[in-house]
């Protein structure tokens, strides 16, 4: 089992992931004005920006709907592993004498 530090560390580093992803994706998409190359008529926009903005909705739907939901999971259940009831010790067994 993972420690506790280990476990945090993991939770920080897909955020920053995911955040950083989604960032650098608004940056490039914003400074090359794709929007309004994707938004003007005709089919005119390079197959490279449409993946870009396909991914761009895919990392932000899951930074902004998915994520936070996921990290209070993890969280609740680090807190759970680490002060939640602990399993009890299996009672010994009895020996029950065969019926005849």
């Keep these: 089992m993972k420690s506790t530090r280990r ?4 939770v ?32 005119h926009v390079p197959k490279t920006e449409m993946a870009a903005v396909m991914v761009f909705v895919l990392v932000r739907f899951f930074a902004l709907v998915l994520l936070p939901g996921v990290v209070l999971a993890r ?13 009890s010790p299996a009672p010994p067994a ?6 005849p």
């Design 7 to 10: 476990r945090l560390l993991s």
């Design 12 to 43: 920080a580093g897909e955020i920053a992931l995911v955040l950083g992803a989604h960032f650098l994706l608004w940056a490039w998409l914003a400074d090359n004005d794709v929007a309004a190359r994707v938004l003007a008529a005709g089919a």
């Design 75 to 87: 969280l609740a259940g680090l807190a759970f592993d680490r002060w939640g009831p602990k399993p």
């Design 94 to 99: 009895h020996d029950t004498p065969a019926t």
